[in-house]
């Protein structure tokens, strides 16, 4: 008998015991889909926090005002705080090469009106620089400028949310006046939308020049809650970084150890970020692979029960002149077929269940998961149907035939 035969023989073998079998493919078809929308949920997950963090800006720092420096033996000296001497300091090149701009930041929550429909949202003031530090563009408008900085203007450009809070659909808020607190702005810009990153709204701000916050809501101040440092380029971020951390050190008489400010690197933590997905990526890999490994288990049982019926058959193949190769691989292509029947299935339910969203993740598939799936499920049907199918080939024509 050759190959196509024992196809032939493994097909009906299946057949014949049908609702046996298609328990036995279950086992690899859950194990398979497993796979598939695991790897696509950790892919997925990977991407969304990449996708965060890039809309902060991945070639930015973000300095925090820390409240105090100490010197080194931990004892405070002074308040520590950011100034515009600060912002003066390190945006000179000769002081920081890699450093592209500095951005003063002061923030505030706000409630903002405009005839008679309210939003609450995070107001930011800061300068020219801080939109393109950030990662914002403007859909409609002009952004704040140098000017409306140094004039105090009382001019603001509008997140998506506010604004389609704020307006109705259709309408141009582009020269309104709305009223944030107590105080009434002019929006000239709109910003395009960027969505959510992590707890926070990108679209939920009012961007402001910070004289005018000053001014107006959080009161007069020589000192800022953050900085935000805009890199020349990602690849030269950490030399900013210790150029930033030189001049804030030598500008409150301290060391870069003993710093009293706290340096975000954007860049650090988008490779931790992506670091902690892959790992948690291989997790959800590895908890798949129970799944089939519970699905090999059940194909390895299955083929034991089906050798153990057919002994009587074996005994007279043997009688007649079959090979043991024959009888082994006539075993093995059964358990085979049981495994890629289910595998096939599986990848069409991984496929299918990958396209919907999983507790706030979308799944991206992994394009390496359906390859890796058939070569699982083969090696699956070869490992669980090997040990079966020797035992049947091993069997002698004697004791088969006298088997009851």
Do not use: C
């Not at 090469?97 to 005839?115: F, G, H, K, L």
């Not at 400028?145 to 809070?165: E, I, P, R, T, Y």
């Not at 892959?278 to 490994?293: D, M, R």
């Not at 070869?382 to 020797?390: D, F, M, T």
């Amino acid at each position: 008998m050759n190959m196509f035969g024992n196809v032939v023989m493994a097909l009906k073998g299946i057949s014949s015991n049908w609702l046996r079998s298609l328990l036995t493919m279950l086992g690899v078809l859950i194990g398979v889909a497993s796979v598939i929308v695991l790897l696509a949920v950790g892919t997925g997950s990977s991407e969304s926090v990449a996708k965060s963090i890039n809309s902060l800006g991945t070639n930015t720092l973000t300095v925090f005002s820390g409240g105090g420096s100490s010197s080194s033996t931990g004892t405070k000296i002074r308040n520590a705080t950011l100034t515009m001497t600060d912002v003066t300091l390190i945006s000179d090149s000769n002081n920081a090469p890699d450093v592209q701009s500095v951005s003063p930041v002061i923030s505030t929550n706000e409630t903002a009106t405009y005839r008679g429909a309210t939003y609450s949202a995070s107001v930011i003031g800061s300068t020219s620089s801080y939109l393109p530090a950030s990662n914002y563009n403007i859909s409609a408008g002009r952004s704040i400028s140098s000017a409306d900085v140094k004039s105090h203007a009382q001019v603001v450009d509008l997140g998506a949310s506010v604004a389609s809070s704020l307006f109705p659909t259709g309408s141009n808020p582009l020269d309104q006046q709305i009223q944030i607190g107590s105080s009434e702005f002019t929006v000239v810009g709109l910003l395009a939308s960027k969505g959510s990153s992590g707890l926070s709204n990108g679209d939920a701000v009012i961007i402001a020049p910070y004289t005018a916050v000053q001014d107006q809501l959080t009161g007069q101040s020589q000192s800022f809650s953050e900085l935000l440092v805009q890199g020349k380029s990602t690849a030269t971020l950490s030399l900013a970084q210790s150029e930033v951390e030189s001049v804030l050190a030598a500008q409150n008489d301290t060391t870069v150890a003993n710093l009293p400010f706290t340096v975000l690197n954007q860049a650090s933590l988008l490779s931790t970020a992506t670091s902690s997905s892959k790992t948690f990526t291989s997790l959800l890999g590895w908890v798949a692979a129970v799944s089939l490994l519970v699905g090999a288990i059940g194909v390895m049982n299955i083929m034991l029960v089906t050798v153990t019926e057919r002994t009587r058959e074996i005994g007279i193949r043997k009688a007649i002149g079959a090979r043991k190769s024959l009888i082994l691989s006539q075993f093995l292509i059964e358990a085979i077929v049981i495994s890629l029947l289910g595998g096939v299935v599986g990848v069409l339910a991984g496929l299918f269940v990958a396209r919907f969203k999983i507790d706030g993740v979308q799944p991206v598939l992994a394009t390496y998961s359906i390859p890796l799936a058939f070569g699982v499920a083969l090696s699956v049907g070869i490992v669980a149907g090997l040990y079966p199918a020797y035992r049947a080939a091993s069997l002698r024509p004697i004791e088969a035939l006298r088997y009851e």
